[in-house]
């Protein structure tokens, strides 16, 4: 692919990212969200060991600062904060999914030449709001009739789940697995929000939120950012496509609601973008902000079978040390969700992931193409991103 950059020169090759870093995600950071983007972002230059001053644009993706935080004006402040002028800077914002949304804005301002050094920032402080705001804040990510309905995403999820057993062989204690799972990759990453390995007893035992769904279904709400920063340069990790798409808002309005069509679409574009098929995909992130997600989005992605995704977690296929490794960095699920970082994270565990950066009590072998899904709502939106190694 030959794209033109802002020198007037030609880019023959995908932009690749130098550089990542993250903060640990949690369920309460004592900074401020500015302070916690900044120090993503400062990680991120150190890594690719490059200057602020050399930066064309700043893309920050955050779902919701004027809720949580009372505050505005994210990417503007932060590049204050970095010390750098002389760019161009705006924050993108869709809902779940701000994070891979920004990192899209930024591959396309990279891809059209309009930026040769791009940063992307996500984080959400969502511990500044109380439980009600927060409950309130999420809620209205949902279609607005099924808002004034009472209808949550937790209960879509239920009902997914519910209907998921109905038709597969697949029953509560299989799902219980995908936990386990991410929560045990989890235990081994430092940046986690959770540090704890839990049992199918335990997970079958912890209150019910959404039945079929229990607690350890369900991913926390937290602090916490991300940051990668791409270039035009080939010595990086390649980000061979991201591509973005749109399903029914209203879940009652799809056909089938196990279907989650945004997934589907954006998935199989960037396949082709990629000139991958789910057969070169050797690890993947997936939006499992409830269990029941990372089995569905797995279908929806072509990486197993409709109706089969629960096979291939209770026969270990998607452990770390399995054949398709999913979440090695323990998902939504037990890394955390603060809602404009998730996508970005995602992104840094592939980076860690492809560049063997991962330690060894978490890292997965023999690997050079990785997928990572970042979900608006309950599907509504989605952004997919295909990277490969250097040996790719």
Not at 61 to 90: D, P
Not at 311 to 340: C, E, F, M, W
Not at 345 to 372: K, T, Y
Not at 373 to 388: D, E, W, Y
């Amino acid at each position: 692919m030959t794209q033109s950059t802002g020198s007037g020169e030609s880019l023959e090759e995908s932009p690749t990212i130098t550089g990542v870093g993250m903060t640990v995600f949690t369920k309460k950071d004592e900074r401020p969200l500015l302070e916690l983007l900044a120090t993503a972002a400062d990680r991120a230059l150190d890594d690719a060991d490059v200057s602020p001053t050399s930066l064309d644009s700043l893309h920050v993706g955050n779902a919701a600062a004027e809720a949580f935080n009372r505050r505005s004006g994210l990417a503007n402040a932060l590049t204050s904060e970095l010390g750098i002028t002389n760019v161009t800077a705006r924050r993108i914002e869709n809902t779940s999914a701000s994070g891979a949304s920004a990192f899209l804005d930024a591959f396309d301002a990279i891809r059209s030449g309009r930026s040769r050094v791009a940063l992307v920032v996500g984080g959400e402080k969502m511990s500044s709001a109380d439980t009600a705001t927060s409950t309130e804040i999420i809620s209205r990510i949902t279609h607005d009739a099924e808002y004034e309905q009472g209808v949550t995403l937790p209960s879509f999820a239920g009902l997914a789940a519910d209907r998921y057993f109905r038709l597969y062989d697949a029953d509560r204690e299989d799902l219980a697995h995908v936990a386990v799972k991410n929560h045990d990759n989890a235990s081994q990453n430092p940046y986690a929000h959770f540090d704890k390995q839990v049992t199918v007893e335990e997970i079958l035992e912890s209150p019910v939120v959404a039945d079929p769904l229990r607690l350890y279904d369900c991913c926390p709400t937290g602090d916490g950012a991300a940051a990668v920063l791409l270039t035009t340069k080939n010595n990086g990790v390649e980000v061979a496509a991201c591509e973005s798409a749109v399903g029914t808002h209203a879940v009652a309005d799809r056909p089938d609601p196990l279907e989650i069509e945004s997934v589907r679409e954006a998935g199989n574009s960037a396949y082709a973008s990629a000139d991958v098929t789910p057969a070169d995909i050797d690890v993947a992130c997936i939006h499992d902000a409830f269990s029941i997600l990372e089995w569905l989005e797995v279908e929806e992605l072509g990486l197993a079978e409709r109706g089969k995704a629960w096979q291939l977690t209770v026969d270990g296929t998607t452990d770390r040390d399995g054949s398709l490794p999913i979440n090695p960095g323990g998902g939504l699920k037990a890394r955390g969700h603060p809602l404009g970082g998730t996508g970005i994270s995602q992104i840094v565990e592939l980076v860690w992931q492809l560049r063997g950066d991962a330690p060894e009590n978490r890292a997965v072998s023999d690997i050079n193409c990785g997928l990572a899904v970042n979900v608006a709502g309950f599907g509504n939106n989605s952004v997919c991103t295909v990277l490969k190694g250097e040996e790719a």
